[in-house]
């Protein structure tokens, strides 16, 4: 008999995410469900305000990202007026968007990822010293990986341990028989989490010296950049200098061996192996190198034919909301699109913890929309964006994957899993930080004969407009599409990475790829679903970005009890 298995929340994540699976006799899971229970809200009081305010109005769809938001806001007005903004201010926008990636994959993968791979209680019983000889196998100059590290990182985990307050490291699956490092590699693991924090912060400096501070920079325009004077400091740009190589020392001796080491240690694990249903990419052209150069081609594989690369047709996405918490009679394209909610509730059933509210899949079950690519779902991200610049043959990108593909003695089809979606993140880390220094580069002889930062924007008032942008955030492909008409917004619709990734059915009944992902799944134990975590995790799931609407009128929409420590 078939049993459902509820995950809700799914923590070390932002905002609210809910996942349903149903497993079968062997506990394989069979159909999944995910849902957003968060209801927030950007799109909707962006109607009748200044275009100008659309960047920083909308950054404050997330907290992690925010970046992104800032930039694609501001780039689908300039977009809208045919506005093209000076080299500096493209070289410096990139600038900030690779200290962006270099904070946030950092902390995805070490803060919120890496505790599904590593078991912490385990590193309690590792040897130090043999552990420092492990971590010889997997780089040439180990960090925070020696002896004397090691040791004094056990001993601060013991500490915590004894005090019996776990704090992050509490209310986890530890002992879950799926976790595959050895009590040293989880050791090394958990010293280089803790080291990760500093290195976060300094990640954060490196966006904070251009865009004033972290989250939230606030340093761009309709039309260019105001940091005008840091460009102009050759101490500032150094100073940037100094912190980049700080994380990027970081990511090559911490960050890439412990992908190395998980990769080694799980490739035999099925529920790593597995994690993919979709196999439909798209990425977009990003990060200006310099000379017309981008690190990053655009495109869109369908059906997973690498052959065929399509460019992305703007009017080819829609979306759809038949299972989501929103009232459309039909997908809509996003520069028409509305966000009427329309909430339906949950429905009570037996579960694997006994008797529950749980989605109402033959209904609406979400506040995430399903985008769609021509009625077809995407996966977007980190992998999708190098899978696109494999197949395009982009030299830096098949370096990349072919060199990870060698070291670890994996085929290419071990890409398209939970372990190949987290490789993919540290590859791209890897490649964003080595072009920031190109980047950098033309940025600064750039300005040996131009300083200039800035074109006036001009709206007229008796034009209307529309305009989008399309740009890479840390979780995938982003775009905004507005409406001016009468020198304010008429219409605004973000469509958004983990919306992409982390949508319900469509009207078909097709699945998105969270979704998709967990279908034929074993678990070890329905009532401890680490595997399903591992798996969601490896998306890097943003519930704010996803749903970025909020109750601008003030209904009461649910009554919600929290167990303080449960
Ligand atoms: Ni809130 Fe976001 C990113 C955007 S997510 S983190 O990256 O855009 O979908
Ligand atoms: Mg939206």
Known sequence: MSKRVVVDPITRIEGH???????????????????STLWRGIETIMKGRSPMDAGLLVQRICGVCTYSHYRAGIEAVEDAIGLTIPKNAEYLRTLMQQ???MHDHVVHFYHLHALDWVDVVSALSADPAKAAQ???????KPIAAGEGDL????????????????GPFANAYWGNPTYKLSPEQNLIAVSHYLKALEIQRVASEMMAIFGGKMPHPQSLVVGGVTSVRDMLSPARLQEWKQKHATVTDFINRAYLPDVLMAAEAFRQEPSVLGGMGVKNFMATKDFALGHGEYLFEGGVILNNDLGNVQPIDPDAIKEDVTHSWYDADEPQHPYDGTTEPEYTGMIKRDTVYGELPTVDESGKYSWVKSPRYNGEPIEVGPLACLLVNYAKGNQRVVAAVDGLLAKTGLPLEALYTTLGRTAA?????????????????????NMLADESTYVEPVIDEDEEYKGHSMIEAPRGTLSHWIRIKDGKTENYQAVVPTTWNAGPMDAEGKKGPYELSLIGMKLDDPTKPLEVIRVIHSFDPCMACAVHVMDYKGTDLGEYHIKAGA
């Open 17 to 35: 995410l809910r996942v349903e699976v149903e497993v079968d006799e062997n506990n394989v899971i069979t159909d999944a469900w995910t849902a």
């Open 99 to 101: 200290a962006l990636y």
């Open 134 to 140: 492990v971590a010889m196998q997997y780089t040439d």
């Open 151 to 166: 040791r004094a990182t056990q001993e601060r985990v013991a500490k915590l341990v004894s005090t019996g307050k776990l």
């Open 425 to 445: 993140r540290l590859l791209q880390t890897k490649l964003v930080a080595e072009s920031a220094l190109e980047t950098m580069d033309a940025l600064i002889e």
